[in-house]
C-alpha cells in the first residue's frame, strides 16, 4: 500500500509563495557556483595545504566539472524528406575506381558513408593491377581539405566560371587572329578522352601546343624506351618471373618509374619448394628496395655507372673500358649470377642517363629475360624535359600568349621556378587548373578550381591493354569545375564529360559491356609482350664508361610518405614516419657516418628522449639552401647524400605543415644527382623519430632469421627454436609452460593474424589505412617528439650492428664477464651503432591481443578484457587513465590519449573543422582524452563480417575476414581470419615451421605471429 506522507526538506517548503523553494525546483543551486573565482586563487596552487584542503579543492573541481557536464550539447539531425534507394543508414556501400593524380595511381574501391567517402581499400578483382600505396589510402583526407580552392578566381578575386570561360575564349581568338602561340601544359595524363579533347582543342587552335611535365622526372627512362621500342612509354616489369633481380639505383620497391612493383616482387620472396629469388642492389641511399635485398652494397652514382658497364661486358662479352670501383668483385659476383639465371634474371636501374636506360635493355635482351619479354608497356610517366626548357624560353622571350596548366605547380616544382613565376609575366592570359591556389595559382591570371578525383569522372590507359574508369563518389563539395570539361566548353562539345567518356570507351571494353567496367573499375582488352627492338647498345656504353664522377654527390629522392608534394597538407602523411629514418613531420639531408664526422654533423639524443641534428648549407651550381637538418643514415655511400622532394612549401598549407626544406631548388636540369658543397651551422635542428633504438643487439628471438641454404637443410628447431623456461629446475619449451587456466577456444571464431617478414616492405600502407579504419587522431610533430604518436600500428626497423643478424647474434652468444674486448658492458655499447652497411628488417607491431594478456591482470576498473573471438577489448567509457596496463605490456602497444584531439584549437589537424570530421570513420567511437587506445584488430569489420553472413542466412566464408591492415598490404605480408576454421589461410599459416610468436618465453600466448625472415645469400 502507497503512502500519503508528505516529506519536506525545510520550513521554507511550508511557505507556499516562497521564490527559493521556486528557484530550487528548477535549479539545484540558488546562486551560480562560483568556480572560476575560486580555482583562480594563485594561493591555491601556491600554498602549502594539508591533505584535507587538498581532497576538497580536487573534490570541488570534480563536483564543478560534473555539474557542467550535465548540460550535454545539442546535436540536432534532419532525417532524409526522401530517403535515396541506394543509401541504408549504418550501411557501407562501396565504388570501384581509380586514381592517377599524374604521379600516383591504383585500381581502388572507396568506401562511403551515408554519401560520404571514408575509406580507400584495394580493388581484389582479377585484373587489377595496382595496389593502394600510402598517399592513395591518404587521398581521401585531402578530399576534405578545408583549404582547397573554393571558388575560380580572376586575378585573386572570386569569379563565375561563365566569366572564366569567356576571359579565356577571347584570350583564345585574339591568339589565333594573332598567330600567337598557345600552350597547355599538363601533368603525365593517361587518359584517351583527355588526349582525345586536347588533340581537338589543337585542331581548333592551330597555334596550340601540348607540353607534358612530370615534376620528377623519368624522361631519360621515356627516351631509351622510345628508341629501342618506337613508343614514349616505359616497360611493365614482373617481378615475379625474375629468380635473379639486380638493381643498380633503381628504387623498385618505392617510387622508381611510378611503383607498383612490389606484389609481384613480394611473390618471388617466400621461400616455396625451397626456391626464392636472390635480389642485388647497387646504391646510394638507403632505400626499401635496399632494405629488402639479400645483397646490398652502397656505391656512389659515378660507381653505379660503371658497375652497369661491366655487367653490361660480362654479358655481352664486350670489352668496354671502364673504371676500377671498390665493388669489382661483388659486381663480377652479381653478372655471373645474373648470367646463370639466364631468362630468370633481370636487370633495373634508376639512374636518369639514357646510356644507362638502353644498357638496361640491353642486357635483359642478352638474358631473354621473361620479366621484360612478357612485360606490359605502362602509360604512367609522359614527360619531356626538352619540351618543358623550351617553353620556359618561349614564355621569357615573350612568344606565349596564353598558358593554360592543370595538374602542375612549376612555381614549386622547377628549379629555376622563380624564372617561371618571372615568365608567367610576360604570358598575357595564364590558367593554373588546380585544388589549391598553390604556388603557381597565385602568380596566373586565372586559378581555376579543380575538384578531387573522388568528384570526378575520367579514364585512364595505365597499361597497354587494360582500361579504367574513375567514377565520382561524392557530389562536388565547391564550385569547382574539371579541366575536361572546360575543354570541352572551349571546343564547343556538347553534353558532359561522362556522356564524352562512355562514347569513346567503345574501342576499350572489348568483351566487356559499359556498366559491368563502371562496376569492377577497369576492364582489360588487350595487351602483349614487348618483342624486337634494338639501339647502339655499345656507343651507349662507351659513354657511359666515360662519364666522371661529380665530388660530393647530392641524390635526390622521394619519400615513401610524400611522395612529390602534392599532398602537402595532409596530416596523417606528415606525421607517417618515414619507413627508413622513422622520421616524421620534416625531410632531411641523410649522410653517412663517415660523412658526418668529416663535417663535424651529426644527432644526438636529448634529455627528454627527443632527436637533435645538425644544420647544414647546400650549395649546387650557385643555388643555396640554407638550414637543412642532417640524419646520420646507416648503409649511406660514402661521398653522397640524399635529399627528398616534396617539402618546403607554404601556399595553400596550414601553418604546422609548412616544414621541411624544397629540394626542387636544387634539380637543375631535371638531374637527380647534383655536385654539391655542405657547410656545417652552428644550431641544431629538433626531430619528431618514433624510434632512437636502432639495432636488435642480438635478441634474435624478437627477429628470427635464417639464410635459404640453412632452411632447407637443417630442422625447423635450427632455425626456429621454441624457447625454454625453467620449471622443476629443469628446461621446459616455454609453450608448455601456463601459468593461467586456459578457456576452450575451439568454439566460434578465433582470431589470428598471421604476418610474414619476407613479404613485408616497409612500404606503411597497413599504418595509413589504420588510421583511416579507426579514426586515429594526428598529435603534430612537437607531441610526437615527446613520445606520444597514437599510431596503433607501427612498423619497426631495424639495423644490424655488425655485417648480418646473424654475426650481431654471434657476437652476443661470446660476450664473456663484463669488461675486455669480449665483455658484455662494452659489447653491447657497441652494438648499438648499426653498422655502416647493416642489414635491415621491418617488423609490423601492433596489439599483439594475448590470451594470457598482462594488460588484463592490472586494470583496477577492468576497461581491458579478453573477448571470446580472441581480441583484447577496450571499454573506453570505463578506462580511468591509471596507465597501468601500459607499463605492464612487453610490446609496448598501447596509446594514451594525453589530450583532446578533436574539436581542438591546439591540434589543428583535420579533426578540428567540419570539413576534415568528414572523414572520421562513424563505426569507430572517437576517443576523449584520458583514455587508453590500442588496434582492436578492427573489431567493428569482424562483426560486421558476421551480421552479413548471419543476415544472408550463410556461414562466413574460409577468408573473408579482414582488417583494414590487412586488406592494406597488397604484398600479402599481413592474412587475418578464424584459425578454428581450417579451411582458412591463416589457419594454414599458423601450422607453418616459419610461424613464431613474438617474446614466446614471456607467456603471453598472442594471437599474432609472425614467420621467420629467410634470407638468400
Known amino acids: 500500500m502507497s503512502s500519503n506522507k508528505k516529506y519536506w526538506k525545510s520550513v521554507e517548503e511550508l511557505n507556499e509563495n516562497s521564490s527559493i523553494v521556486e528557484t530550487l525546483r528548477n535549479n539545484e543551486f540558488v546562486e551560480e557556483i562560483p568556480t572560476d573565482a575560486f580555482l583562480s586563487d594563485e594561493s591555491l596552487s601556491s600554498s602549502s595545504t594539508s591533505r584535507r584542503d587538498f581532497l576538497k579543492y580536487v573534490g570541488f573541481s570534480t563536483a564543478a566539472a560534473t555539474l557542467a557536464a550535465c548540460e550535454g550539447p545539442v546535436h540536432k539531425s534532419i532525417p532524409y524528406v526522401v530517403q535515396p534507394e541506394t543509401i541504408i543508414p549504418g550501411v557501407a556501400d562501396y565504388y570501384a575506381t581509380t586514381m592517377f593524380d599524374g604521379f600516383d595511381f591504383a585500381n581502388l574501391l572507396i568506401k562511403t558513408r551515408e554519401g560520404r567517402p571514408i575509406k580507400v581499400e584495394n580493388n581484389r578483382l582479377t585484373g587489377a593491377k595496382f595496389a593502394a600505396n600510402a598517399r592513395a589510402h591518404a587521398s581521401v583526407l585531402s578530399l576534405y581539405d578545408s583549404l582547397r580552392l573554393q571558388n575560380p578566381k580572376i586575378e585573386g578575386k572570386n569569379a563565375s566560371w561563365s566569366d572564366v570561360n569567356a576571359r579565356i575564349k577571347a584570350s583564345l581568338a585574339e591568339a589565333k587572329a594573332s598567330g600567337k602561340q598557345v600552350v597547355l601544359l599538363t601533368s603525365t595524363l593517361a587518359s584517351p578522352s583527355t588526349e582525345r579533347l586536347i588533340a581537338d582543342f589543337i585542331a581548333k587552335n592551330p597555334t596550340a601546343k601540348h607540353v607534358v611535365y612530370d615534376a620528377i622526372s623519368e624522361s631519360s627512362a621515356l627516351d631509351a624506351f622510345e628508341t629501342v621500342y618506337g613508343e614514349r612509354a616505359l616497360a611493365d616489369y614482373d617481378f615475379s618471373k625474375a629468380a635473379m633481380i639486380v638493381s643498380i639505383g633503381a628504387d623498385f620497391l618505392g617510387d622508381w618509374q611510378g611503383g607498383g612493383y612490389e606484389s609481384s616482387y613480394a611473390q618471388g620472396r617466400v621461400p616455396q619448394n625451397g626456391k626464392m629469388s636472390k635480389h642485388f642492389q647497387f646504391e646510394a641511399n638507403m632505400t626499401l628496395s635496399g632494405a629488402a635485398a639479400d645483397k646490398r652494397v652502397p656505391m656512389t652514382v659515378a660507381d653505379q655507372k660503371q658497375a652497369l658497364v661491366k655487367i653490361y661486358n660480362a654479358l655481352t662479352g664486350s670489352s668496354i673500358g671502364t673504371a676500377k670501383t671498390a665493388h669489382d668483385a661483388v659486381i663480377a659476383k652479381a653478372a655471373e649470377q645474373l648470367k646463370q639465371a639466364g631468362s630468370k634474371g633481370l636487370l633495373v636501374s634508376g639512374i636518369q642517363d639514357k646510356n644507362a636506360q638502353l644498357l638496361v635493355f640491353a642486357i635483359n635482351q642478352v638474358l631473354q629475360s621473361e620479366a621484360l619479354v612478357q612485360a606490359g608497356v605502362r602509360y604512367v610517366r609522359k614527360g619531356n624535359n626538352v619540351q618543358v626548357a623550351q617553353l620556359l624560353k618561349d614564355m621569357a622571350a615573350g612568344a606565349v600568349h596564353s598558358l593554360i596548366m592543370s595538374g602542375v605547380n612549376p612555381v614549386y616544382t622547377l628549379a629555376d621556378g622563380e624564372a617561371f613565376a618571372n615568365a608567367l609575366g610576360k604570358v598575357k592570359l595564364s590558367v593554373s587548373f588546380t585544388q589549391r591556389e598553390d604556388e603557381t595559382a597565385l602568380k596566373t591570371t586565372i586559378a581555376a578550381a579543380a575538384p578531387h578525383y573522388l568528384e570526378s ?85 662507351s ?152 639495432t636488435l643487439m642480438g635478441r634474435g628471438d624478437i627477429v628470427k632469421e635464417t639464410t635459404l641454404e640453412i632452411f632447407n637443410t637443417k630442422d625447423a628447431e635450427i632455425w626456429n627454436p621454441v624457447p625454454v623456461v625453467s620449471l622443476d629446475h629443469k628446461e621446459i619449451e616455454a609453450t608448455k609452460v601456463d601459468l593461467w587456466e586456459s578457456f576452450d577456444r575451439s568454439i566460434g571464431h578465433h582470431f589470428n593474424l598471421s604476418i610474414d617478414l619476407n613479404s613485408c616492405t616497409g612500404c606503411g600502407a597497413c599504418v595509413i589505412a589504420c588510421h583511416a579504419e579507426n579514426n586515429v587522431p594526428v598529435v603534430g610533430k612537437s607531441e610526437v617528439r615527446r613520445s606520444r604518436d597514437m599510431h596503433w600500428l607501427r612498423i619497426d626497423r631495424y639495423y644490424s650492428s655488425e655485417e648480418t643478424f646473424a654475426d650481431d647474434v654471434a657476437k652476443k652468444k661470446d660476450f664473456d664477464g663484463l669488461f675486455g674486448d669480449k665483455g658484455s658492458l662494452g659489447g653491447f655499447g657497441q652494438m648499438e651503432n648499426p653498422a655502416e652497411n647493416p642489414q635491415v628488417v621491418f617488423q609490423p607491431i601492433m596489439c599483439q591481443h594475448c590470451n594470457h594478456a598482462p594488460c588484463e591482470t592490472v586494470c583496477p576498473v577492468a576497461a581491458t578484457s579478453h573477448g571470446r573471438q580472441g581480441q583484447n577489448q577496450m571499454a573506453y567509457n570505463r578506462c580511468v587513465g591509471t596507465r597501468y596496463c601500459a607499463n605492464n605490456c612487453p610490446y609496448k602497444v598501447r596509446r594514451f590519449n594525453w589530450f583532446l584531439y578533436n574539436h581542438n584549437d591546439e591540434f589543428n589537424f583535420h579533426m578540428n573543422d567540419d570539413l576534415g570530421r568528414m572523414v572520421v570513420n562513424p563505426d569507430v567511437n572517437v576517443r576523449s582524452r584520458g583514455v587508453m587506445e590500442k588496434c582492436s584488430m578492427c573489431i567493428q569489420k569482424t562483426q560486421l563480417t558476421i551480421l552479413t553472413a548471419k543476415r544472408e542466412g550463410r556461414p562466413v566464408e574460409a577468408n573473408e575476414f579482414e582488417t583494414a591492415c590487412s586488406a592494406a598490404c597488397s604484398t600479402g605480408a599481413m592474412v587475418f581470419g578464424d584459425v578454428n576454421n581450417k579451411e582458412s589461410e591463416v589457419a594454414q599459416l599458423a601450422e607453418s615451421n616459419r610461424m613464431y610468436h613474438l617474446l614466446e618465453h614471456v607467456g603471453t600466448k598472442p594471437n599474432v605471429f609472425y614467420h621467420v625472415k629467410v634470407r638468400n645469400t
Open 543 to 694: 659513354a657511359l664508361a666515360a662519364s666522371k664522377g661529380a665530388g660530393f654527390e647530392l641524390v635526390l629522392y622521394s619519400k615513401t610518405g610524400m611522395g612529390d608534394g602534392q599532398q602537402a597538407n595532409n596530416p596523417w602523411l606528415q606525421e607517417f614516419p618515414d619507413p627508413i629514418t622513422r622520421v616524421s613531420w620534416d625531410n632531411y639531408l641523410t649522410l653517412s657516418q663517415a660523412d658526418a664526422d668529416a663535417l663535424k654533423v651529426g644527432n644526438t639524443i636529448v634529455a627528454n628522449g627527443g632527436l637533435n641534428g645538425s644544420y647544414v648549407t647546400l650549395t649546387v651550381n650557385g643555388t643555396t639552401l640554407k638550414n637543412v637538418p642532417v640524419i646520420v643514415q646507416p648503409g649511406q655511400a660514402k661521398g653522397t647524400f640524399g635529399l627528398a622532394f616534396g617539402y618546403g612549401r607554404k601556399a595553400a598549407l596550414k601553418e604546422e605543415m609548412q616544414v621541411g626544406v624544397s629540394a626542387y631548388t636544387l634539380y637543375k636540369n631535371f638531374n637527380d644527382v647534383q655536385s654539391v658543397e655542405i657547410t656545417a651551422e652552428s644550431r641544431d635542428h629538433e626531430f619528431a623519430c618514433v624510434q632512437s633504438h636502432k
Open 457 to 541: 569522372w575520367n579514364d585512364h590507359v595505365l597499361t597497354k591493354g587494360s582500361y579504367s574508369l574513375t567514377q565520382p563518389t561524392i557530389r562536388p563539395l565547391f564550385n569547382t569545375k574539371q579541366f575536361q570539361e572546360a575543354l570541352m566548353t572551349w571546343n564547343g562539345v556538347a553534353g558532359t564529360y561522362y556522356d564524352y567518356i562512355k562514347a569513346g570507351a567503345t574501342g576499350f571494353l572489348g568483351s566487356s559491356t559499359w556498366n559491368q567496367a563502371l562496376h569492377d573499375g577497369f576492364t582489360v582488352y588487350g595487351g602483349g609482350n614487348l618483342a624486337g627492338g634494338t639501339a647502339d647498345y655499345a656507343a651507349a656504353a
